[in-house]
């Protein structure tokens, strides 16, 4: 059974440009999360979805950012109009049912904004 | 809003146990605590999980006291390969289903 996977694994964007990331969860999985991490810092959760809805988005800038997981494919996080301060690790996680369950992390996609 | 505070680094020796707490009052009531393990440039590991008084699997354990406003992960007789940061993950309990990690503890593991 695979992980979860994410690509790209690395990402380089312009000031201006978009960014997409994908995440598929593990089998089976129909609970997703996003979390960011700058750079020396630690996790802080963006926003959890089911498949088709968004849950909670609490901790999501409500400009520029976007997540949608589809009732078939991928996860996607968007990020409009990068900017240098968008420069991190974006890790996603799934987990089986309620979001009560363990959440299983992906290796992240590393974002670069020059 | 849950807050979560662990210390910021440890230092240990190879073959000690290590405890690792985590405080994180006003957490939701129904979810469960549970830990991570980072290493640089990959994504957080799962450890171990808890709702409340003591769990073990293989490779640690985990203390909940009853008011569940800490949680602590032992990691018997670490190696150096348990160098590490380690993270402890909790809901929020605003009626949210916001997850909140911890600050983080850096492990160095010294022969």
């Known amino acids: 059974n695979a992980g979860v996977m994410q690509n790209p694994r690395h990402l380089v964007r312009r000031r201006g440009q978009e960014a997409r990331l994908r995440c598929s969860p593990m089998?089976?999985?129909?609970?997703v999360y996003w979390y960011r991490q700058l750079p020396e810092e630690g996790l802080k959760f963006m926003v959890y979805l089911q498949k088709e809805n968004i849950i909670d988005e609490s901790g999501m800038p409500k400009e520029r950012f976007s997540a949608e997981f589809p009732k078939e494919g991928p996860s996607i996080l968007r990020i409009q109009q990068v900017v240098r301060g968008d420069s991190a690790a974006y890790f996603c996680a799934s987990s089986p049912r309620v979001n009560t369950d363990t959440q299983y992390f992906g290796p992240g996609t590393r974002l670069t904004v020059l | 809003l849950a807050k979560t505070t662990q210390p910021i680094s440890m230092d240990s020796y190879e073959g000690q146990e290590v405890n690792i707490t985590c405080s994180h009052n006003n957490i939701a009531t129904n979810d469960y605590i549970t830990w991570y393990q980072q290493f640089p440039s990959q994504g957080p590991r799962f450890i171990i999980q808890?709702?409340?008084t003591k769990v073990t699997n293989e490779v640690a354990s985990l203390f909940i006291p009853a008011d569940r406003k800490s949680s602590t992960l032992s990691l018997p007789r670490v190696s150096l390969s348990d160098t590490a940061v380690y993270y402890c993950l909790v809901a929020d309990t605003s009626g949210t289903y916001k997850y909140i990690f911890g600050t983080g503890t850096r492990l160095k593991v010294l022969a």
């Open positions: 808890g709702y409340k």
């Open positions: 089998k089976g999985h129909s609970h």
